[in-house]
């Protein structure tokens, strides 16, 4: 047989599994004793070494009952246990726990054979040992597979208790002599559990062990007994060992003095407490402190909180120093910005380089610079400022007295027209140029200012609420529910929120908001489920629930004979509470004007995810698109829906009317603007607007707005209309819109409806 491992482990391991066994085989409750067999068909199932627990099993029933009907009976249950073991081994699958209790049943034949007559014992045989079975296999799967995280559901709790009752069971008759093993056993686990500080536990524990021993001494007195010590030691002594010993033996030695005779009774009673307290004081702290991991359901962890802080922090004064290097980018490339020509300077600039360069081999040359100089000048400076406003001169704009003594005049026109052909190219080039620096600037700019305010978010203490952490864990135990650990904080102005690590099978579990609402007294939903690496745990991050949802409707067709639609939206939701409805529309129609729509969108939804302001996100698309140097224009048409403040953000550039319908009327929002990306500045038409539970947000692009003539019709038509479903509201408008044009689109249509609704609300 090969060890894998830590060989100190596994030898430690086994001879415990050896003790149980042996204590096992020794439990009887009124004369009935399948928990051996149980245990080793448990051991089967988690994985132990099928060979030792066989060796085990046989020779403790045989060290108990040396017969030959023990031997047929044991050997059976063995046999079954392993050839069920190797049946799945060989099938390559993983065994289901049905299939264990059968392999349990079948491995009874045996036992059924030599007590067929007493069915009614019989039947009480194969229910305790089922109990057993599945309860070893809850403890076992616990403590073998979970590895550190030991914190048990409701049902594992009642299986560890009921295994912790049975080891009472075979551990009551066992005495060396007059020393009781089972009093010597119980004391060691108070003073343990007492030492890690859980008094609940303690008490349950000491009770549980103490009614196994009671079983099987038919008194309840050893309860009564243990009760009392357990809770002496938890109230009157401090964490130290001495004193929790010291309590023990004081409070033993009064039950022994007021309930037995003194003398021999006594000392047996109090050795097994004096040996128990040397165990106990011999334990290394250290290894008491890890146990107070396992036992306890939640620790309070204060430096792990204040560290959370303290990063945050951190965080806050680096966002602080990266905000201000971007402020500081943004002006040096301001800086960078240059500026144009004065028209004197611009003027001066082209009459040197014509004069160097047209003049240079003139033969006139000197003559026309000393008597004719100040004239020339003036005539090359009209002659520049017509050809850089009219594009071009002519021989039409020379003046006479300067064609009638210059040789050269036809070169001069031509370096007239190249050289203002020329700085018009610069000066369009520079134009871009500096529009880029610009754009980067108000970029850096912006980031500057999400930066530093995503700090100030940041810079915020964040409060910790312990004691219901450790009341949410209790309650999802009770539900079997394993929670390993719960985060409760609280930011600054905001709500509640919380971080729970579950099993990957109950992340989802809708029991989890309904415990986590009770205890924080508030709503809360389910926001994100994460998986953990290398382990069967999920994250789930719990958010406070909000008030209002939104639900949408569009409708929408391409212009008649066109296979593609120019028209995009978006509906995308910012927050808990925020959503971003947009409808683009891009010049003309069909592909070149969906592809310009798309990615105008596309622009401004990434530029509101990342949380950019309004006036921020509009320029820089602008200043992008109008870069590009391309005749291709977007209209733009956007919601911010505010739900927790109800209230609705209407941005328009370029984009036509919207409809808001209320229950006492419909709310026209007006247009306005240019497109985006015609002009370099650009200038949105907003309107800030509250809105209330049930109202209808309407969005519609101009194919729609056209088709209806006047802002009143579409009005009037929308108001009459009975639904309050968004979907049927698209719908009908659009169908009305084609009505209205004899079912021809003469440009792509698009409408978009939303409506805001309260959750709890049960006509919504």
């Known amino acids: ?174 005495y060396i002599f007059e020393f009781s093993i089972a009093r010597f056993v119980l004391v060691a686990i108070i003073f343990i559990f007492v030492a890690v500080g859980s008094p609940n536990l303690t008490i349950s524990v000491s009770l549980t062990f103490s009614l196994g021993v009671a079983l099987y001494s038919h008194s309840l007195m050893f309860v009564a007994e243990f009760a009392i010590v357990a809770i002496l030691c938890n109230i009157f002594s401090m964490p130290n060992k001495f004193k929790i010993f010291l309590m023990a033996i004081i409070g033993d030695c009064f039950i022994n003095l007021y309930f037995f005779d003194t003398g021999i009774t006594l000392l047996y009673n109090l050795l097994p407490i004096a040996l128990a307290g040397v165990v106990f004081v011999l334990i290394p702290n250290r290894l008491l402190n890890s146990l107070s991991d396992i036992v306890y359901v939640k620790k309070s962890e204060i430096s792990s909180r204040n560290l959370i802080n303290t990063s945050r922090k951190n965080v806050y004064r680096r966002m602080s120093e990266l905000s201000n290097i971007f402020l500081e980018m943004k002006q040096i490339h301001l800086n960078m910005v240059k500026k144009e020509l004065s028209h004197s300077e611009l003027c001066a600039m082209l009459t040197r380089e014509i004069m160097n360069t047209c003049c240079k081999d003139c033969l006139d040359k000197n003559r026309c610079t000393r008597s004719l100089g100040t004239d020339n000048l003036s005539n090359l400076a009209q002659l520049i400022e017509v050809a850089v406003t009219k594009g071009k001169v002519t021989l039409l704009d020379i003046p006479s007295a300067l064609s009638a003594r210059c040789a050269k005049i036809n070169s001069l026109i031509s370096m007239i027209n190249r050289l203002s052909s020329e700085y018009r190219q610069y000066k369009n080039m520079l134009a871009d140029v500096n529009n880029v620096k610009i754009l980067l600037a108000d970029q850096m700019g912006a980031v500057s200012r999400l930066l530093l305010n995503i700090g100030e978010e940041i810079n915020t203490n964040v409060s910790f609420d312990i004691a219901r952490e450790n009341k949410i864990v209790s309650q999802l135990l009770s539900v079997n529910i394993e929670c390993k650990e719960v985060l409760l904080y609280t930011e600054k102005n905001k709500d509640s929120s919380a971080i729970l690590i579950v099993k990957s099978k109950d992340a989802d579990n809708t029991i989890i908001e309904k415990i986590v609402s009770d205890c924080l007294k508030a709503p809360m939903q389910i926001s994100t489920i994460t998986p953990i690496e290398n382990g069967d745990f999920s994250s789930v991050t719990l958010v406070g629930k909000s008030k209002y949802d939104c639900i949408f409707g569009l409708s929408s067709c391409n212009k008649s004979g066109n296979e593609e639609c120019g028209d995009c939206h978006s509906i995308i939701r910012l927050g808990r509470d925020r959503f971003l409805l947009a409808l683009c529309d891009g010049m003309g129609s069909g592909k070149s004007a969906q592809k310009m729509s798309s990615m105008t969108l596309s622009l401004i939804e990434n530029f509101y995810k990342v949380g950019f302001d309004n006036e921020t996100v509009l320029e820089s698309v602008n200043k992008l698109l109008a870069v590009s ?83 009143d019709n579409m009005i009037e038509f929308v108001s009459k209309l009975a639904t309050n479903n968004p979907q049927t509201i698209a719908e009908a408008i659009l169908n009305e819109a084609l009505a209205l044009n004899q079912m021809t689109a003469k440009d792509d249509m698009t409408v978009l409806v939303a409506r805001t609704y309260l959750k709890n609300d049960k006509t919504a």
């Not at 049943?105 to 030599?114: E, F, P, S």
């Open 1 to 174: 047989m090969k060890i894998k491992g830590n060989s100190y482990r596994f030898v430690l391991k086994y001879l415990v599994v050896f003790f149980i066994c042996l204590v096992l085989s020794n439990a009887n409750i009124n004369g009935l004793s399948p928990f051996l067999t149980a245990f080793f068909f448990a051991g089967i199932y988690v994985g132990l070494d099928y060979r030792l627990m066989a060796t085990f099993t046989l020779c403790c029933a045989l060290a108990l009952e040396p017969t030959l009907e023990s031997l047929l009976v044991n050997l059976t249950a063995v046999a079954v246990g392993i050839l069920s073991y190797f049946i799945f081994r060989w099938s390559k699958r993983s065994m289901p726990l049905y299939a264990i209790f059968i392999s349990y049943l079948i491995g009874l034949a045996t036992y059924i054979y030599y007590h067929f007559v007493d069915f009614r014992s019989l039947l009480y045989f194969m229910a305790l040992g089922l109990v057993s079975l599945y309860a070893f296999i809850i403890v076992l799967h616990v403590i073998l597979l979970r590895k550190n995280c030991f914190k048990l559901t409701l049902n594992e709790s009642i299986c560890f208790l009921y295994a912790l009752a049975l080891l009472g069971v075979g551990l009551a008759p066992v």
């Open 629 to 711: 140097n391309q005749e291709d224009y977007s209209t733009l048409d956007v919601c911010l829906l505010d739900l927790n403040n109800e209230i609705a953000d209407f941005i328009k550039v370029g984009a036509p009317y919207g409809l808001i319908k209320r229950e006492n009327g419909t709310e026209a929002i007006e247009g306005g603007a240019l497109p985006i990306g015609a002009l370099d500045e650009i200038k949105p038409a907003t309107q800030k607007t509250a809105i209330s539970t049930h109202d209808l947000i309407i969005l519609a692009t101009d194919g729609i707005t056209d088709a209806f003539v006047t802002q």
